[in-house]
């Protein structure tokens, strides 16, 4: 969750003393306004990340309220209450940018769950979010961090397809940055100015996905008490991201399919479609070629979906990204935690480099953000690494003539004794000094101690036996 600046207006002063109280309590600035004429006032003095604002007020009402802020503040994100909303009224609120329609009364949950939503989808716009200090003036390109030949070329990609309508289909392992590609086609297209709406399809209940993508109408099923407005719409002069696509399932497959095909949407319990114009993304971290050969995905939803195929590397095919990106969480996260680390020793960007990331670059920036804290200042070395990304350095050359007996072998014990070896060896070397001896294996002192009494070994008695 990300804390932000709200202003809540209505003119309801309970309403509005209990929503204030709510938000405060979740970690939020709040400000309060109790018409649009004086929210437009403040919003000209205060720095304001998200409105909740109320339909129905004396004086200027929220879609004109909406227009208005819109013009000047186009990236604050506006929430709607209403408990009057209809068909037409939600649709032209979101229309005039308005990013989520909540029906008055509303329970909590369903606040706080908005404006999470909201205040993400704002910390992807990049833009200045006031909640917490971003660095200012990227280009939307740069936040793409590396340079290694694989990046460049995605990049050079990135910015092809961003000129094009066309559909694309994002795949790369967790956590390489899917959505930040998904979001930066969105932000470098002619479509920048209408909605970027991210939707995770393995997040979302099946039953629900389908009136989530399509809207549906009042009494459509039990729980719709009024019309909704579907992603799809929202996206409307936009961009709609499907992530997690694999996790779509067969029937629903079908629908998006007919979408794709006939760029019309369908409301549950709707009679009338209603033509969109969306640009569509697609992600996932699957190998949907294997899902459709295995019948778990459509072959021609598949086709319709990959006319752009983008695949994302993971970190570990290039590990020239690492230092670069290494220092650029670093450089953000001091800013961000106000915490003043200089770098990373050499010894430890080995090691990181020498690691093999299966969480990819969110791993990596989860682990910087860790240390940044934990650390506070100075540099940053292998003692303070944790124990998985050390160690790492392995010199194929001295395993090279490894090789596995035709009747198999124990490998438990054939790592344990090749450890023991090693071991020995950096203690003969390093005349039985244990700092000097874990530096050769690029272990930290301590866990390089405890494999040494694991063993029963006794440097004392190696340092003379040499
Ligand atoms: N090239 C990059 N430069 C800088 N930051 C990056 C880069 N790629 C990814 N990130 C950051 O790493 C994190 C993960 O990226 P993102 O959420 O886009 O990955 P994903 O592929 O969608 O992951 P998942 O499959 O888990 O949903 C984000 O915080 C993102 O900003
Ligand atoms: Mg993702």
Not at 408 to 424: D, K, Y
Request: charged share 30%.
């Amino acid at each position: 969750m990300h804390n932000g600046s709200i202003l809540v207006i209505d003119d309801d002063p309970k309403i509005r003393g209990f929503l204030t109280a709510f938000l405060q309590y979740k970690g939020h600035q709040v400000t309060q306004a109790s018409d649009a004429i004086e929210a437009l006032e403040l919003l000209g003095k205060v720095d304001v990340d998200l409105v909740i604002t109320d339909l129905m007020m004396p004086k200027l009402n929220g879609l004109e309220l909406i227009k208005k802020l819109k013009a000047v503040h186009p990236d604050i994100v506006v929430i709607v209450c209403s408990a009057f909303s209809n068909f037409e009224m939600t649709t032209n609120l979101l229309k005039a940018g308005a990013f989520f329609c909540l029906d008055k009364p509303f329970n909590l949950e369903d606040i706080e769950a908005q404006v999470n939503r909201g205040l993400e989808h704002r910390m992807l716009q990049g833009r200045n979010f006031k909640g917490r200090p971003v660095v200012k003036n990227r280009s939307r390109l740069e936040q793409i961090v590396g340079e290694s030949e694989k990046m460049l070329s995605l990049l050079e990609l990135v910015e092809k397809v961003a000129e094009t309508d066309s559909t694309v289909l994002i795949q790369g392992e967790s956590g390489t940055g899917k959505e930040l590609v998904a979001w930066a086609i969105h932000a470098l297209s002619k479509r920048r100015e209408g909605n970027f709406v991210p939707v995770n399809c393995a997040a979302i209940p099946d039953d629900l996905l389908e009136s989530e993508l399509f809207g549906h109408t009042k009494g459509a099923f039990t729980g719709a008490v009024t019309d909704r407005i579907g992603r799809f719409e929202m996206a409307d002069r936009g961009t709609i991201f499907l992530d997690e696509i694999g996790d779509m399932k067969s029937s629903l497959q079908v629908k998006l399919l007919r979408v794709l095909q006939s760029r019309e949407v369908e409301p549950v319990g709707g009679m009338q479609s209603r033509k969109i114009n969306a640009r569509f993304i697609a992600a996932t971290n699957q190998n949907l070629e294997q899902m459709v050969e295995n019948k778990h995905f459509r072959e021609d939803l598949y086709y319709r979906l990959s006319v752009v195929p983008i695949v994302i590397p993971p970190l570990r095919e290039r590990t020239e990204d690492i230092p670069l990106l290494a220092e650029s969480f670093i450089k953000r996260m001091n800013t961000e935690k106000k915490k003043r680390v200089q770098g990373i020793s050499r010894d430890a960007m080995r090691a990181l480099c020498s690691y093999s990331w299966p969480g990819n670059i969110r791993e990596l920036e989860n682990l910087i953000e860790r240390l940044i804290i934990i650390k506070g200042s100075g540099t940053i070395t292998v003692e303070d690494l944790p124990d998985k990304y050390v160690g790492r350095i392995v010199r194929n050359d001295v395993v090279s003539d490894l090789q596995l007996p035709v009747d198999g072998l124990c490998l438990n014990s054939v790592v344990e004794e090749f450890e023991t070896r090693l071991i020995t060896e950096a203690l003969l070397k390093s005349g039985g000094n244990k700092k000097e001896a874990a530096q050769l294996l690029n272990l930290k002192r301590t866990t390089f101690i405890e494999k040494l009494k694991k063993r029963n070994i006794s440097p004392e008695y190696l340092a003379t036996a040499s």
